[in-house]
Structure formats: structure tokens, C-alpha cells
Antibody, heavy 118, light 110 residues
Framework: EVQLVESGGVAVQPGGSLRLSCAVT????????MHWVRQAPGKGLEWVSF????????YYADSVKGRFTISRDNSKNSLYLQMNSLRIEDTAFYYC???????????WGQGSLVTVSS | QTVVTQEPSFSVSPGGTVTLTCGLS?????????PSWYQQTPGQAPRTLIF???TRSSGVPDRFSGSILGNKAALTITGAQAEDESDYYC??????????FGGGTKLTVL
């Protein structure tokens, strides 16, 4: 059974930093690209970032470019999102998602809440 | 800035048929955008319904179908059930490593 479990979401002040983790089981992690997607409370989904299977290619939404860094450790079956210079508008549930190898996402974690507030 | 458009809300009667659409602020949606559809109920993670325009994800009932209608991607629910009341999001791949979600459609079954 495929499982993705996010962790690391907490409350942080504007300008602060945070690292989210996503631990995966149930599939061969290093065969698949991965994504982060976020959802502000009561709002829609927003794609945040992509990383290739080996970490050699990364892409970001304009809203986080230069502030967030996606990475992965295939030896630990884990995905990460380093978030710096956090803004109030970064407050959201952050989901990790497995790439379905067809420009879509096929499995999702349950999400981790990041709150940016003074 | 490319915007992916969806109807904010829609309602359907139990047993009825409804088609939700996914368009672009400029241009037409084609299979080259690999449209996919996701269902989300409050407090839950999204669930993948359709990918690559019309392929149903594993375990998704066949009352859900995807297509291209005119210049938009479409999700059709045939024989809507009460449990289909959810938010529905489309996702388009714009190329060069950029994915964009639509704003979502809140579907009411009543």
C-alpha cells in the first residue's frame, strides 16, 4: 500500500524558516518524481514544486521561487521542502504527492499545516 | 500569467448528469496539456480521478469520465450520487516544468 506521510508543519513568524518532510512507503521511491502542493485554508489547490527521480531537475511556482527548495534523499525514501523567508500568505496545508508518470499526481499524503503568523 | 478556469459551483440532482469544465484564460485546452481531475471532500486529501484527459485512476467508478469538449477539458459524472458532493479540481501541465490547478468547482448534489 502506498503511503505518504508529511511532517514538520508548525506555527512560525513571518521571515522565518521551516523544513517539511514526507516519508514514503509502498513503492520504489527512486523510480518516481515527486511534488509538493499546498492549499490555504478554505482555498483551492496550488502546485508548489517538482523534483525529478534523482533530484537533478527541480521546478517551482513563481510564488515560492527563490524562497523554497525541494530535495529528496532516496536512501531514506524521503522528500523535503525547505521554506525560507516565510510570508503570511504561505499559510497552508502542504501535501506531498507522487508523480504518476503522466504529468499528474496519483497518490497524496494527508497534509501538514504550516501557519505563518506574528 | 496563465489562469486555469473552472465553474465556481454547480448543482446536480441525484441520478443526473453533470459536466464540469476546465479552460485556459488564453488559448484552448488540448490533450497536450495532460488534463487531470481531482476530487476533494472537506478535511481530506485530494483523490485522483482522471489523468491524461480520459484515463480513470484505479478504483474510480465508471460514472466518472474525462474528455475534451470544444476548447476545454471536461469531467462528466453520469448518474450522480450523494457521495459525489465534493470540490473538483483540474490540473494542467503547461510545459517547462510548470503545473497549474484550476480554482475548483464546488459540486452540490440535491
Amino acid at each position: 500500500e502506498v503511503q505518504l506521510v508529511e511532517s514538520g508543519g508548525v506555527a512560525v513568524q513571518p521571515g522565518g524558516s521551516l523544513r517539511l518532510s514526507c516519508a514514503v512507503t509502498g513503492f520504489t521511491f527512486n523510480d518516481y518524481p515527486m511534488h509538493w502542493v499546498r492549499q490555504a485554508p478554505g482555498k483551492g489547490l496550488e502546485w508548489v514544486s517538482f523534483i525529478s527521480w534523482d533530484g537533478s531537475s527541480t521546478y517551482y511556482a513563481d510564488s515560492v521561487k527563490g524562497r523554497f527548495t525541494i530535495s529528496r534523499d532516496n536512501s531514506k525514501n524521503s522528500l523535503y521542502l525547505q521554506m525560507n523567508s516565510l510570508r503570511i500568505e504561505d499559510t497552508a496545508f502542504y501535501y506531498c504527492a507522487k508523480d504518476g508518470l503522466g504529468f499528474h499526481f496519483d497518490y497524496w499524503g494527508q497534509g501538514s499545516l504550516v501557519t505563518v503568523s506574528s | 500569467q496563465t489562469v486555469v478556469t473552472q465553474e465556481p459551483s454547480f448543482s446536480v440532482s441525484p441520478g443526473g448528469t453533470v459536466t464540469l469544465t476546465c479552460g485556459l484564460s488564453s488559448g484552448s485546452v488540448s490533450t497536450s496539456y495532460y488534463p487531470s481531475w481531482y476530487q476533494q471532500t472537506p478535511g481530506q486529501a485530494p483523490r485522483t480521478l482522471i489523468f491524461s484527459t480520459s484515463t480513470r485512476s484505479s478504483g474510480v467508478p465508471d460514472r466518472f469520465s474525462g474528455s475534451i469538449l470544444g476548447n476545454k477539458a471536461a469531467l462528466t459524472i453520469t448518474g450522480a450520487q450523494a457521495e459525489d458532493e465534493s470540490d473538483y479540481y483540474c490540473l494542467l501541465y503547461l510545459g517547462r516544468g510548470i503545473w497549474v490547478f484550476g480554482g475548483g468547482t464546488k459540486l452540490t448534489v440535491l
